[in-house]
Structures are given as C-alpha cells and as structure tokens.
C-alpha cells in the first residue's frame, strides 16, 4: 500500500459492515477510538435530523401497505423501465413513483426512498 502514498490507518468492524480509513498523509494512526468517532458521528447526525438511521433497516409491513396506488406516465427509477397502463404503481408520502413490486422490494431493506431518503416507518420507530 505504501507504494500509492497511502497507508492503512485503521479497520473498524461494526456487525455485518466492515469500514477501512486510508490516509494520504504520514502520520500517527486513529486510535480506536477515533475511527469509530468518525464511523459514528454522520450516522448520530442523520439520525438527529431525521429522527431514524437510514442504514440497512427495513420499513415496517404497514408502512408498506399503506403507499398509495396510482397510475402516472413517466419511468420507475429502481429498474429503469417506463410506466404502462398495466403498470401497478405506488406512491411514496414524498411523492415519488415507483412500480409496486419494485418499491416494495427496496422497502423490505431499506426504510428510506431510494431518491430522496425520505423515511417510512420501521418495525422499531412506529
């Protein structure tokens, strides 16, 4: 690694997600300590503003079932293909489309629209 000028600082290994530092700079490396700071302190403040962490949760069943359902012209953002009139579409309170089964899918890992982040509830915030 020192060969780009850039040197292992710090592995920090939170449940399933490992996260790696790499500097540019010689230097003292983080102590623990500090590199879990660094891995924690955006996740505090997401949490802070929005009121959830948009990690990897999934939104809870009744937040699912609860999307609206409506028929729109345009493209769904998750698999890329356009809305026809057999399109089944949900509606996200952010007022994004989606096609149902591709939105409900993404619900099922992730709590948060996938353009705008806007969270649904979960199993633990409801």
């Not at 850039?6 to 102590?31: A, F, H, I, K």
């Not at 500090?34 to 403040?45: D, G, N, T, Y």
């Amino acid at each position: 690694m020192g060969e780009l000028g850039t040197e292992l600082v710090y592995r920090v290994e939170l449940s399933n997600q490992t996260v790696t530092y790499m500097v540019d700079r010689p230097g003292d490396p983080l102590s623990p300590e500090e590199a879990l700071k660094m891995v924690k302190e955006p996740e505090e403040e997401e949490e802070a503003y929005t009121g959830h962490y948009s990690g990897t949760i999934p939104a809870s069943a009744e937040a699912i079932a609860a999307l609206e359902t409506s028929m729109k012209e345009g493209g769904c953002s998750l698999c890329l293909m356009d809305f026809d009139t057999s399109s089944k579409l949900r509606v996200m309170p952010c007022s994004h489309y989606f096609h149902e089964q591709c939105i409900f899918t993404w619900l099922r890992h992730n709590h948060v629209c996938p353009l705008c982040r806007f969270p649904l509830a979960t199993e633990k915030h409801q």
